[in-house]
Structure formats: structure tokens, C-alpha cells
């Protein structure tokens, strides 16, 4: 096994003798006979595991040293050891303003300096190799979530996915979803600062967006599947997917009680709702619906118009377009149909790059 380093710094040639025939049998040893060649021992080495320095040097003092491992956050990697004369006893508070792991005078004890710099060179590699453990078991907690977001992305992708399957769907309905969301949420955070929207939120919100429609599972075929307009009374069972999803998602709830779970219930429960209250199921009017349920609705109503239905064909994304912004789908916040507008180009981009794939 290498042996540990250790820098001698003093002018006086006696005293790094001493010192380094104190150290030589457990540790290699570097002398430097003033401040400026103990820096350029510390560039030049970079396993020093303990530093014993002079103060009263020629060219650089062992403050000049201090300045530069201060300078180069090197005094919490290696403990210094002051060594300072009777004369300079009022140096020592400075030296422990620097953050020095301890300051002897001359003249010194062999024995009291040999066991005091072991103990240092000790406490430094223990907590050396905590940081190094910390930061493994930091880089394994990372992994394992991310591990587990990925889990809980498949899982929601593929319990949405059944509704799509079932509706006869191409299953790429989900991915626009949650695609148009993004993208709305990241003009929102941009632009909207009140709403104080994280990153973190975003992408929270923006898996939750894949499971809107999982209501659509409890909506008998012969609605569900009707190659037509629904009549009005089809229509109020079609609309009960929204509370059938919340009945869904609480069973399936858990020990859920975050963030997460909160937008899954909201944007199920609420992107039917509308800015003027007529919406379903609560008539739910203007900041009374929540601003995740706002975002999933108009990304919602959106790719319906967009994409090839049962009971009709697509629209062209201008003519989608223009049709939400004048309220011909239902009434938006300001907030998001100036978000919508933002993300017009992103929104066709999307679409345009999906037509040239054969989904089916």
C-alpha cells in the first residue's frame, strides 16, 4: 500500500530535518523552504494528506500559503498544521480564522506533533470516505427513483393505453397528451410566473395528463364504441367518466396522499370543466378549476379535433386552431389560450411529425 504524503514547510533547514525524520518510516515526505515552493509542491502534488507549516518564511509567508488554499477550497481536503514561535502567538487566531485543523508553537515535542498529525491525517480520510459513501448511496437513491419513475411511467402509460384500445384508438393519444401538455406548462412557467409552477411540477403534471380519460373504462361498448354522435342522453353517461376515473384512482390510491396524486385526481375529475362553469361534472367556474385540469382540456380538446374520430374526420391544425381560440369548444382562461397561442407552432410541429408515422 502507497504511503500518505505529507508537505514539511520552513525555512529553516533544522527544522524540516526533524520533521521529516519524525515521518519518514509511515509517510513520504515533501519539504519546501518557503510559502512560494509549498504551493508549487501542492499544484504539483495532489494526495497530500497533511500540510505542517511555518509562518515567518522568506518570499511567501504561511499566510500567503493559507491565502491560496483558501483561495483554491483546499483547506477542507487538507488539514494544516500551523507552526508558528513563541513570538507569533497572536497569529493563532487569524490561522484558526482560516480554518486551520490546529496551531503548535515552537519549540515543539516529537511525540505531541507525530500523534497529533496522525490523528488529523485519520479524521480527514474518515471523512473523506463518508463523502465518497454519502455520495454513492446518494447516486444509488437516484438511480432507484429514477428506476422507479420509469416503473410508474410504463404502469400509467399502460393502464391508460387500455382505454385507447379499446376505444379502437391508434394508442398515440396519450402521448400527444401529455406532449401538448408539457409544452403548454412550460409557456405557463415562463410567462406566467404567479401560478409558481416548478419544473418538478411539470413534469408531474404532465405524467398525470395520461391518465384523464381512464373513466372511459366503466362506459358500456355501445356508447363507448358508437360510430356516431351520441345522443343527449348517451351523452350523460359518456360524461360520467370523469367521476368513474376518481372512483378508480382512489381505490387504486394507496398510501398516495403527494402532489402526484392530487394532479391524477384533478385532471381526471376536471378537464371537461370550462371557464365560464359550463363544464362538467361540477360546473366548476373560472381559477375554481384547477390550472393542471385547464392545461389537460384544451391539449384534450385540441387532439380531438386534430385526429380521425369514429364519428368524424380530422381537422386541419389552423381550422383546430381557430376553433378553440374562438370559443366554438367551449370557453378557456385567458392565461391558457394566450399559452395556446404560444405554443400554436409547437402544437403543428407535433402533429405534422406524427402524420408521417404509420401508428396503427
Known amino acids: 500500500m502507497d504511503k500518505q504524503r505529507i508537505l514539511i514547510v520552513d525555512d529553516e533547514e533544522v527544522n524540516r530535518a526533524v520533521l521529516n525524520e519524525m515521518f519518514k518510516d509511515e509517510y513520504d515526505t515533501l519539504e519546501a523552504e518557503n510559502g512560494q515552493d509549498a504551493i508549487s509542491k501542492i499544484e504539483d502534488n495532489q494526495d497530500i494528506a497533511l500540510i505542517l507549516l511555518d509562518v515567518v518564511m522568506p518570499v511567501l509567508n504561511g499566510f500567503g500559503v493559507l491565502d491560496y488554499m483558501q483561495e483554491h ?73 429514477k428506476e422507479n419513475l420509469q416503473n410508474s411511467e410504463f404502469m400509467i402509460d399502460a393502464l391508460s393505453s387500455v382505454i385507447e384500445f379499446r376505444s379502437a384508438e391508434t394508442g398515440e393519444h396519450i402521448r400527444r397528451i401529455k406532449y401538448f401538455t408539457r409544452i403548454m406548462l412550460k409557456y405557463l412557467m415562463k410567462y406566467f410566473p404567479e401560478y409558481g409552477l416548478t419544473p418538478e411540477q411539470v413534469d408531474e403534471i404532465a405524467r398525470a395528463s395520461a391518465l384523464h380519460d381512464i373513466g372511459k373504462i366503466g362506459i358500456p361498448d355501445a356508447i363507448l364504441l358508437k360510430p356516431g354522435r351520441l345522443t343527449p342522453e348517451e351523452f350523460e353517461v359518456m360524461k360520467t367518466h370523469t367521476t368513474i376515473g376518481c372512483d378508480i384512482l382512489e381505490k387504486l ?17 376536471y378537464h371537461h ?16 378549476i384547477p390550472i393542471s385540469a385547464q392545461i389537460v382540456a384544451i391539449a384534450d380538446v385540441y387532439d380531438a379535433l386534430v385526429s380521425p374520430r369514429v364519428y368524424k374526420s380530422p381537422y386541419a391544425n389552423n381550422i383546430a386552431y381557430d376553433m378553440i381560440m374562438n370559443g366554438e369548444c367551449g370557453q378557456f382562461s385567458p392565461d391558457v389560450l394566450e399559452c395556446f397561442g404560444l405554443a400554436k407552432v409547437d402544437f403543428f410541429n407535433i402533429v405534422e411529425v406524427i402524420k408521417m408515422f404509420d401508428f396503427s
Not at 515552537?106 to 507525530?114: E, G, L, R, S
Not at 402532489?259 to 375529475?269: A, E
Request: aromatic content about 10%; charged content about 35%.
Open 73 to 145: 477550497d483546499l483547506l477542507e481536503e487538507i488539514p494544516v498544521i500551523l507552526i508558528t514561535s513563541e513570538s507569533v502567538k497572536d497569529s493563532e487566531g487569524e490561522a484558526y480564522s482560516y480554518g486551520v485543523a490546529d496551531v503548535m508553537h515552537k519549540p515543539f515535542y516529537p511525540h505531541i506533533v507525530k500523534r497529533r498529525s496522525k490523528n488529523l491525517i485519520e479524521l480527514y480520510q474518515n471523512k473523506h470516505n463518508m463523502e465518497i459513501r454519502l455520495k454513492e448511496q446518494e447516486k444509488a437513491i437516484r438511480e432507484q427513483e
Open 253 to 269: 390510491r394507496g398510501n398516495q396522499s403527494g402532489d402526484f396524486y392530487r394532479y391524477c385526481y384533478d385532471i381526471c375529475r
Open 273 to 288: 370543466e370550462r371557464w365560464d362553469g359550463n363544464g362538467y361534472p361540477d360546473h366548476l367556474v373560472g381559477d375554481e
